[in-house]
């Protein structure tokens, strides 16, 4: 499946709509726009296996870079936008891109760019004109709307969030397989997710350059779905999406839940939301009593799934299964789970230790050969370090992070029910828990926290959410002091940059985290 069999079949069909403006882009559109860019790339001599990256905002103009590179066999970079010209140029020569496409949007970093990445074959820019980029417009206005010869599916080479480090690039060999073959994710849609072709509104409320967003867009289009847009999150505008273009799914996360949450009752009573029939979540855990608000308000209709960006596997749980089983991420949906401990022998259920997945999806990091070993066992099952265990049932429960693992005195502590705590609080927005130095311990357990109103931080608040902390958790557990940020650098994914809050407090000092 993918959108030229819906260009031919349904060709003035909105294959994507921004939501703010509201203007669309035909299925037959998304195909030209797409095949002057794949012609235009041939004709630069890219072949298979080359590789292309783009740094652009949520834009149609994404998917016309997405779908060309998709159809001529090429790995193709969609890159975080928030970089820096130093940490975009790194992505750009650790890849290998030969042509790099951005918008005016980002022409101060393009800018900087140009002499960090001479290796370069060619820099498009969308929209204008910058020195050092061609036209990307002018560059494609004689190139052919008609399919490439030879079309083969491409490659997306993902790079990781980066918040032990540099990102790293997760690699799969493109496979020389013909367009529409070998495709998961709309499998996995229609399976899992109830979208049937031709029928889903999807909206996207994410940076499209994450797995999840990337993956459920592409997977929509392949299935011949609408897909809107969201510039930027905003919960009420997506209150307002969801009733003015009858969305039938969604992917949210759990903060976007918690906002959605804390608006008024008198605007969360305002739009209809009835056209809803999945919204799908994952990326960070969600506490108990949020998602159970979540299901209280939309229904039934929220799917959970645990995966990452590497693809080693999959697991899946209704909101059915979910409220018999709260606080869990569901059973195996693709891979065979194990829990590992640290003498690498399994585990059996109830025991916490590192979460692998066999037969789930081979990948490799992109040129860090040692990244990879130390992702894989000897049995040849993968890890990205998270922790957790299965119950009786086959119910995985995620316990952590081992990165975020802090060590007091000798023992192992997890940081997310501190967090999952702190967040249910009535005055607290989100919480950041994680080792600092200590003279004795080692490690002491801190605490982070952002405010509804940032104006109550007071040492009288701090005891408060100290006592609360204590009368719901073992002492050993709970922080020993809390500091009052006014935000905290959460990812749109939901991902917390924890390493940026713990450096100030480790500097000078050494870290058992890498």
Same mark, same amino acid.
């Given at each position: ?12 069909? /909105? ?19 797409? @095949? ?36 001529? !066999? ?5 890159? @975080? ?8 140029? =790194?992505?750009? &020569? ?21 002499? $960090? ?18 036209? =990307?417009?002018? /560059? ?41 073959? !070998?495709?998961? +994710? ?5 399976? =899992? ?25 592409? #997977?929509?289009? $392949?299935?011949?779905?609408?897909? *809107? ?6 919960? &009420? ?28 009752? /008198? ?38 799934? =645990? ?6 596997? $999959? ?11 709260? %606080?869990?991420? %569901? ?12 003498? !690498? ?34 049995? #040849? ?8 265990? *299965? ?18 005195? #000798? ?21 950041? *828990? ?27 608040? &701090? ?8 009368? @719901? ?16 650098? $959460? ?16 500097? %000078?000092?050494?870290?058992? +985290? +890498?």
């Amino acid at each position: 499946m993918y959108p030229r069999i819906y260009a031919e079949k349904t060709p003035d069909k /909105a294959a994507l709509i921004m939501g703010s403006s509201g203007k669309s882009i035909s299925y037959k559109t998304l195909e030209e726009a797409s @095949n002057q860019l794949a012609h235009y790339l041939r004709s630069l001599g890219l072949t298979q296996g080359d590789s292309i990256a783009f740094l652009i905002e949520n834009s149609y103009e994404y998917f016309y870079c997405l779908w060309a590179a998709q159809r001529t !066999g090429l790995y193709y970079t969609p890159i @975080n936008t928030h970089l820096t010209a130093r940490e975009v140029a =790194y992505i750009l &020569e650790d890849c290998k891109a030969t042509v790099f496409i951005t918008t005016t949007h980002f022409s101060e970093v393009a800018n900087e760019l140009t002499p $960090r990445t001479p290796y370069l074959k060619k820099r498009l820019l969308i929209g204008g004109d910058i020195e050092g980029y061609d036209n =990307y417009e002018h /560059a494609l206005t004689h190139m052919p709307t008609l399919p490439v010869e030879h079309e083969t599916e491409g490659s997306l080479l993902l790079y990781t969030s980066g918040t032990t480090g540099n990102p790293k690039g997760v690699f799969r060999p493109v496979t020389g397989a013909a367009m529409g073959e !070998g495709d998961r +994710i709309s499998v996995f849609l229609n399976h =899992y997710y109830r979208v049937e072709p031709g029928q889903a509104v999807y909206l996207s409320p994410a940076p499209l350059y994450h797995a999840a967003p990337n993956g459920f867009t592409t #997977g929509i289009l $392949r299935l011949g779905g609408t897909v *809107v847009i969201m510039e930027k999150y905003d919960s &009420e505008q997506l209150l307002q999406m969801i009733e003015k273009y009858r969305v039938t799914h969604t992917q949210l996360v759990p903060t976007m839940f918690s906002r959605l949450l804390n608006l008024p009752e /008198a605007v969360k009573k305002q739009y209809d939301l009835s056209s809803l029939t999945c919204v799908i979540h994952a990326a960070a855990p969600c506490p108990v009593p949020v998602k159970k608000a979540m299901i209280e308000w939309w229904g039934p209709i929220i799917e959970e799934y =645990y995966g990452v960006s590497e693809g080693i596997g $999959r697991t899946v749980i209704s909101s059915s299964e979910w409220l018999k089983k709260p %606080g869990s991420v %569901g059973t195996e949906a693709i891979g065979t789970l194990h829990i590992v401990g640290e003498d !690498g022998n399994e585990l059996p259920a109830g025991e916490v230790g590192l979460i692998y997945f066999e037969g789930g999806g081979q990948f490799s990091y992109l040129n860090d050969d040692k990244k990879t070993r130390e992702a894989h066992n000897e049995k #040849g099952w993968a890890t990205t370090g998270d922790i957790g265990y *299965v119950d009786e049932d086959g119910y995985l429960f995620l316990t952590d992070r081992k990165s975020h693992m802090i060590i007091s005195g #000798g023992v192992n502590i997890y940081p997310q029910e501190s967090e999952d705590l702190l967040i249910c609080h009535p005055k607290v927005q989100d919480a950041a *828990v994680f080792g600092i130095p200590h003279k004795d311990f080692g490690e002491e357990v801190k605490a982070v926290v952002q405010l509804h109103d940032f104006s109550e931080a007071s040492p009288a608040l &701090e005891a408060e959410l100290l006592a609360y902390l204590q009368n @719901n958790l073992a002492k050993i557990k709970c922080p020993k002091s809390i500091d009052f940020a006014k935000n905290l650098p $959460r990812m749109e994914t939901g991902k917390l940059h924890k390493r940026l809050l713990r450096d100030k407090y480790w500097e %000078g000092h050494q870290t058992h +985290i +890498i």
